[in-house]
Every structure is written in C-alpha cells, then in structure tokens.
Nanobody, 127 residues
Framework: QVQLVESGGGLVQAGGSLRLSCAAS????????MGWFRQAPGKEREFVSA????????KHADSVKGRFTISRDNAKSTVYLQMNSLKPEDTAVYYC????????????????????WGQGTQVTVSS
C-alpha cells in the first residue's frame, strides 16, 4: 500500500511558477513509477507527466513540454512537478499517482495505469 499526499498548489499569475510535491508513505517508494495528472472542472482527468522508478525515463504531455519538469527523490519518497511559464489553461486540480514499476518505462499516460492516488492540490493561474 502507498499513501500519497500532494502539496504546493496555489494561486499564481500567468507566467509564474509553482512546484508541486507528492510525499509517499511506505518503504517501497523506489519501486514505483509516479505520475502527475490534472483535472479541470467539467473535463476528464488528463496526463501531465510520468517518471520511472529510477528517474531514468520521463514523459511529459505535449501541452507542458518545455515548461514542466518531473523529478523524484527516492531517499525522501517524494516526487516533484516544477511548473514554469504557467498559463490560465493550466488551472486544475493536480493529482499524483503511483504504480509498481516492472518495466522501467515512463510511457504510462492513462489513469488506469496507476493504482494509488493522492487527494489532489488546486492550481489556479490568473490571467
């Protein structure tokens, strides 16, 4: 079992930056692939970024490439999402997710690829 707690959300102006953190419980964090998803009101949950257990494989959605960076610190059981050049369309609730990583790949952009979810943190970008 893994429990995930996100933090770092808030209100920021367009062009600004935020760093989200997701702290995981349990002793096996280093064996999990991690993902970030977001969901805006009235829209489906969409993939943002994913990272393999080692950090050696990373995937970002086209909409955030060049602006967002996912990283992890296995010693701290934490995954991060650095978000720069934020746009109003980035406004959403951001969720982190985890699943056992047997492949070492980050190519898991679907919600059903993950077993564990955090409660979400709100990110609001004003224009």
């Amino acid at each position: 079992q893994v429990q995930l707690v996100e933090s770092g959300g808030g209100l920021v102006q367009a062009g600004g930056s935020l760093r989200l953190s997701c702290a995981a419980s349990g002793r096996t964090f280093s064996s999990y692939r991690m993902g970030w998803f977001r969901q805006a009101p009235g829209k489906e949950r969409e993939f943002v970024s994913a990272i393999s257990w080692s950090g050696g494989s990373i995937k970002h959605a086209d909409s955030v490439k060049g602006r967002f960076t996912i990283s992890r610190d296995n010693a701290k059981s934490t995954v991060y999402l650095q978000m720069n050049s934020l746009k109003p369309e980035d406004t959403a609730v951001y969720y982190c997710a985890a699943a056992q990583d047997y492949s070492g790949s980050s190519n898991y952009p679907r919600p059903y690829d993950y077993n564990y979810w955090g409660q979400g943190t709100q990110v609001t970008v004003s224009s």
